[in-house]
């Protein structure tokens, strides 16, 4: 095991699944508690046992109730009682979403520590089915009670992993179209991605189609049908399109229904079916993001935020730009704190930068009342975060000078709008 630790993790109602990076084998490395389990899938459930008030996850839950059905409180839905963000009751005590998903969260962690006790986490990338502000933000908190700060963890979407994960496979994966086709427990539906390489970085869009025709309890009561649907379906989201690269996920999958059919589409193209994939897409950004290096790619939904957020400041006469929100960050991750020493100086320059357009505009902060004439230096605190996708918040106080300069307590507000 490498001694800095980089892993991806996979949260999903029904499965998790755990990786970490190899540094000699140069990708990711799926993870189980069990060693005979092919797809290394972790069922994502939380239990109690009431005698010894101990927490158990995944199949330890289904052994315990076998010695003692008594014993065991299950938290019923348990992603899903945890994103409704309400307290859960289990044995007469009260808990908050995010304890209850920390302690999930550090028995999960402690199958890393089956392979290297001492191990210790460098950078980890999660990745759920279940995107969103509230989820992230209970995330955050489940991650603060173990000591793992934003500084070493992110929260990505299911199309964010799905993207990573094909653009560090070999360039003829991508060269045209990547198709997608997940069954999940709901019903089936595509994701055709598109990725234009002669942009830096490149740009990535996604184009989702759903399918109510095949559900998981169609292929389980007529599985020949099912498969006959999938081909059908699977014809017209390729049709017209340039593919290079088909990949088939989700529980549905884990059968063998379609493999015929796959086999069909896989003429002239790459056909793939496996649980692995977002997992091991988070995996490759732990290692991007533990390196501080530019990501390959830029993608945008409806949840990222389409400029780049700037103070515009002057060192020894050469103007230089100190980035406070960077393009396609989720709007409800999008938060940045920087101090500044000024002297002599009556405003603020903030600059916002549309990605797609290029455009630029500026915008000012009057510092009115502040103490800082030739002479006099003030440390600034700038704050920034999101109020929604369009609506940036930004925040700067005088924090004066140590005991030289004191402060004025002053606070100066900026509300940025894009409509």
Same mark, same amino acid.
């Given at each position: ?12 109602? /029904? ?12 990708? !990711? &490395? ?5 060693? /005979? ?18 927490? &158990? ?18 938290? !019923? ?8 963000? *309400? ?26 520590? =089956?392979?290297?006790?001492?191990? *210790? ?12 502000? =509230? ?58 991605? =598109? ?5 830096? !970085? ?147 320059t903030i600059q916002i930068k549309d990605f797609i357009t290029k455009k630029t505009e500026r915008r000012f902060i009057s510092l009115t009342g502040l103490e800082n004439d030739e002479g006099n230096f003030v440390r600034l605190r ?20 140590? =005991? ?16």
């Amino acid at each position: 095991m490498d001694e800095r630790l980089l892993a991806g993790v996979d949260l999903c109602a /029904d499965y998790t699944q755990i990786a970490y990076y190899s540094m000699r084998k140069a990708g !990711p &490395i799926a993870l189980s508690r069990d060693a /005979d389990d092919g797809e290394r899938l972790i069922p994502t459930r939380l239990a109690l046992r009431k005698a010894k008030h101990e927490w &158990i996850i995944g199949d330890d839950i289904l052994s315990a109730i076998e010695e003692d059905e008594s014993d065991v409180e299950e938290v !019923p839905d348990f992603l899903k009682a945890i994103v409704a963000n *309400e307290e859960i009751t289990v044995d007469g005590e009260k808990y908050e979403s995010s304890h209850l998903l920390q302690i999930y969260l550090r028995r999960l962690l402690n199958v890393l520590r =089956t392979f290297d006790k001492y191990v *210790e986490i460098g950078y980890i990338v999660f990745t759920s089915d279940i995107a969103g502000e =509230t989820f992230s933000t209970i995330l955050r908190d489940a991650l603060h009670r173990i000591k793992i700060e934003k500084d070493r963890y992110s929260f990505v979407s299911h199309e964010e992993a799905f993207i990573s994960y094909v653009i560090h496979e070999k360039r003829d994966i991508w060269q045209n179209d990547v198709i997608k086709f997940e069954l999940d427990d709901k019903a089936l539906h595509s994701e055709r991605l =598109t990725i234009i390489n002669n942009l830096t !970085p490149m740009a990535a869009a996604i184009e989702r189609r759903d399918f109510s025709d095949i559900t998981v309890e169609m292929i389980e009561a007529d599985r020949e049908k099912a498969a006959g649907s999938f081909l059908t379906l699977a014809s017209l989201c390729i049709d017209k399109h340039d593919i290079s690269t088909i990949f088939a996920v989700g529980r549905g999958f884990l059968t063998d229904f379609a493999d015929r059919k796959l086999a069909d589409l896989s003429t002239g193209r790459h056909v793939f079916r496996g649980q692995n994939l977002y997992v091991s897409g988070a995996c490759e950004l732990a290692l991007l993001r533990s390196r501080n290096e530019d990501e390959k790619y830029i993608y945008f939904d409806e949840d990222r935020v389409r400029s780049g957020i700037s103070i515009l400041t002057y060192v020894d006469g050469k103007e230089r730009e100190a980035v406070l929100i960077h393009p396609a960050t989720l709007w409800y991750e999008a938060s940045s704190e920087l101090d500044l020493i000024v002297s002599d100086v009556e405003e603020l320059t903030i600059q916002i930068k549309d990605f797609i357009t290029k455009k630029t505009e500026r915008r000012f902060i009057s510092l009115t009342g502040l103490e800082n004439d030739e002479g006099n230096f003030v440390r600034l605190r700038v704050e920034a975060s999101f109020k929604d996708r369009n609506t940036c918040e930004i925040t700067v106080k005088d924090m004066g000078f140590g =005991t030289f300069v004191p402060t004025t307590n002053r606070i100066y507000e900026l509300t940025l709008c894009k409509k």
